[in-house]
């Protein structure tokens, strides 16, 4: 596409900063130093000049706050600051030296913390992209950025918007971490594989402080990186900030840097042409470091990121319907919060990644799988295992994953593959492969290596590293295929052996249709963990399971010093006993004391005498109502108030399980909708009004914080609710509320709406066309009740 | 930078006024600041400008920023600088909050008022080293005063965040609506004047300004503030 072309096989190097030498043109604080490539052109073409003067081979636009959010005030569209920006480095740096264009962060924080979208930065990044299209930049550097999900945003942007080169660099705080919590290698593993060319970091930190980070990031980087420090730490000076680390100091750890296999040098804030000059003429004459990165097979959250291969590593397989009552009614009845809940006990229980499943064909699973991706990664930090047998579910769940993936799956079929690796190698997830194909699973262990070695040849095709693939050679059951169950052992072995990839395994399969399976499922563990499993698909809640993974993890030598299995069974002789109807104390009391662990068993065992209405309206609302009584005359307080309301609620959790078993009835007193209205981000008060209203025996549709109105009118439809429950805590948002207020009566819904937040009132409420309005979460029950009532 | 949590506050929001909360709460809200001590990052930043007066309206030159309302003339009229000011928790506090919230709504509950809490004792900090540092110049602060306080607008929060250039140097932001994130932030103008010079001003106005110590409350416009202490409006009742 363009003449000059870049080896990252010797030394290159960007310009310093362009903040700081603005500052010395006269730039105000808070002035858009974007606005000066139309206002100043001039002063950005000197900046650039010196730079290239210095000895910069590469010199950045002035494009960092170049998005369209950062721009709205200033009058300026995003394609004339790009295209001028371009424009004057390009005259600058002539026909020989490079042009990157400069993309920062958008400012903002995206969705859950704050309430940019994960799309709509996407838009943002692309809208950035596309203003170059046309002009002549050689190569998309995306810089400081903090969040990974804001990256992985602005990396596909850069890539399904233009051809040229892009790299990428994070900026670290002193823990080691970026301010949203992204850990160096979770950056590596996560920025490679999306496909950068070089990757990096900048900012924030002088040289000094950054080595321990840079170290990290060369031992695993398959790509050259790139580091442009701070000149030091910045300092406050007669009302100026200066940074401590002169150009020969700063070339000194430059050099370093160097030896550890850095490739790619400039500088950051603080710096100016002078030390660009001094890391020229220190890196003359000399060439980088031969370094050759480890080589690992990892997954990552935004957080977290999981080796496969040094420790077996537990894969927890409860999100999926299949077989699971209570998940698939979770599912059709959009109760996210109790798969949340099962995420959260596998967690609790030593999971290290989450298959996730929502293939049932009565809802849209493609919607349903995106909204769980998002509420799993913005609850909990283990990465995620995508599991579809379709290729659009995968595609748009990985897209919208903040990290590396794991897609379940693909298998030796050729249109299989065809579909399923473009996705993998676009969005950098590691893939698991089935061990079978056109002909079906084949019996012998040699058969299913074949297969196996047929996917990672074919996987390599598509620049898909055989360290990001997983084989699973299937578990046959017991029961019906016995003389097969081995052949899956030797066949993981051989994988292992001839292959060297990772290897997985469903394991529970194994048991189906003959007693004691927990028995089989452990023996089988064990004998498959000794063939080199590394990542076992299984129930984390079964304790034996979980007692295997720990026993052979001290036996194989990977839990060091059994330091692992000692904290988790010295001092215990046995099971602890279960608390299952140990308790002597009445309901109504064990809800009064706000005696969560005792709710459950409590409730079980009342229903061997009654039905769960009985105890709704018997023990369970008379004490609620006792409580909030006591509350309202001040005798209690809220804290005590909720933990009652949480009792309460594990008491419903049983008595629903209860019903769900049987078949027989409902407790639904309602449904009402609940959600936080677009652009707030608050939303305690209205999980206190949810666990209320749950408590009297409504049912909750929680659409969450930050909600658009036609989200809202969507669900309500869908749901067929005539009760809407709406909060908003400040003024700027209250307007939002009126807007869904108005989109809900427009939209011939008809249903009524109930209002709470900080700065509401009667009057208020009213005004904005709200038909109820609750002072507080108790005052939401009463509402609810009587508007119930009267529908009835 | 060392965590305060003031026991006394976190009981204010969660609105248990005997100042004794039964035995389940009390180590609820022990761990909570443990909790919070490990999680939180806490990161300040703050910048002093100048001050012109253009009638009714008081200016900074030094970034041209416009700071409109009778509040900011009240608070700013008599100085001759101001100091910015940007404290956040980080991140990493909300989203444990948001966790608790889905999982365990109590402790949610008491982490948020506990981070609140702790973002008070940040910006009091904040506030006592700008106290500190204008009184080696002969200056007085005044209270600070955050937008949305009064009359002074929160779509001030933009301008300040880019003055305080706070996403790069804290980490914080706001969003479109002018909402802080991370959430357990604060924003606020502390004005500095000199005593000879502060004719039309004296310390107690100066004083009657920002934080909400419950002999303030009545002096302010925000009747509907869930903090107000003259009524019995708090956050437990209003949310």
Known sequence: MNQRSFKTDSFLLFDGAMGTMLQREGIKPGELPDSYNILHPEIIEKIHRAYLEAGSDIITTNTFGANRLKLKRSGYSVEEIVKNAIRIARKAAGEKKLVALGIGPTGQLLEPSGTLRFEEAYALFADQVRAASGEEADLILIETMSDLYEVKAAILAAKENSSLPVFCTMTFQKNGRTLIGTDPLTMVNVVQSLGADALGLNCSLGPKELMPIVREITRYSRVPVLVQPNAGLPEYKNGETVFNVGAEEFTSYILQMAEYGVRLFGGCCGTTPEYIAAVRAALKDKNPAQCVPESFSAVSSASKTVKLGDSVKIIGERINPTGKKKIKEALKNNDLDYILNEAISQKEAGAHILDVNAGLPEIDERAMMVSLVKELQSLINLPLQIDSVRADVLEAAVREYNGKPIINSVNGKKEVMEEIFPIVKKYGACVIGLTLDECGIPSKAEERLEIAEKIVSEAVKYGIPKEDILIDCLVLTASAQQCEVKETVKAVAMVKEKLGVSTTLGVSNVSFGLPNRGLLNKTFLAGALAAGLDAPILNPMDQEMMDTVHAFNVLWDTDKEAKNYISLYAGMPGKTDSKEGASETGLHKIVMNGLKDEAGPKTRELLKEMGGMQIVDGHLIPALDQIGQKYEKGEIYLPQLIQAAETVKKAFEVIREKLLESGTGSLSKGKVILATVKGDIHDIGKNIVKILLQNYGFDVIDLGKDVPPEEVVKAVKAHGVRLVGLSALMTTTVKSMEDTIKALKESGAGCSIMVGGAVLNEDYASRIGADFYGRDAREAVKIAQGFFDEVK | ?239
């Open chain 2, 1 to 239: 930078m060392q965590l305060k949590v003031d026991i006394k506050e976190v009981y204010r929001y969660l609105g248990i006024k005997s100042m004794e909360a039964d035995a389940a709460t009390a180590e609820l809200i022990d761990r909570c600041i443990c909790e919070l001590e490990e999680i939180t990052e806490p990161r300040s930043t703050s910048r002093i400008f100048g001050i012109e007066k253009n009638g009714k309206e008081i200016i900074l030159p030094e970034c041209g920023l416009p700071l409109e309302g009778a509040d900011m003339y009240e608070l700013l009229g008599g100085c001759e600088y101001c100091s910015i000011l940007g404290v956040t928790l980080g991140i990493q506090v909300d989203r444990r909050i948001d966790y608790y919230s889905r999982t365990q709504l109590s402790k949610g509950l008491i982490l948020n008022a506990c981070a609140t809490a702790a973002v008070e004792a940040l910006c009091e900090e904040a506030e006592a080293r700008v106290q500190q540092q204008a009184a080696e110049e002969g200056l007085t602060a005044t209270r600070r005063f955050s937008p949305g306080y009064g009359d002074f607008d929160v779509a001030v929060q933009h301008s300040l965040l880019g003055i305080l250039d706070a996403y790069k140097t804290i980490g914080l932001t706001a969003t479109e609506s002018c909402m802080l994130v991370p959430r357990k932030s604060v924003t606020a103008i502390i004005g500095l004047y000199r005593e000879e010079k502060s004719s039309g001003m004296d310390k107690a106005r100066a004083g009657r300004y920002g934080q909400c110590s419950e002999e303030k409350c009545s002096g302010c416009g925000m009747e509907q503030c869930e903090f107000r202490k003259d009524g019995d409006i708090i956050e437990s009742k209003k949310f």
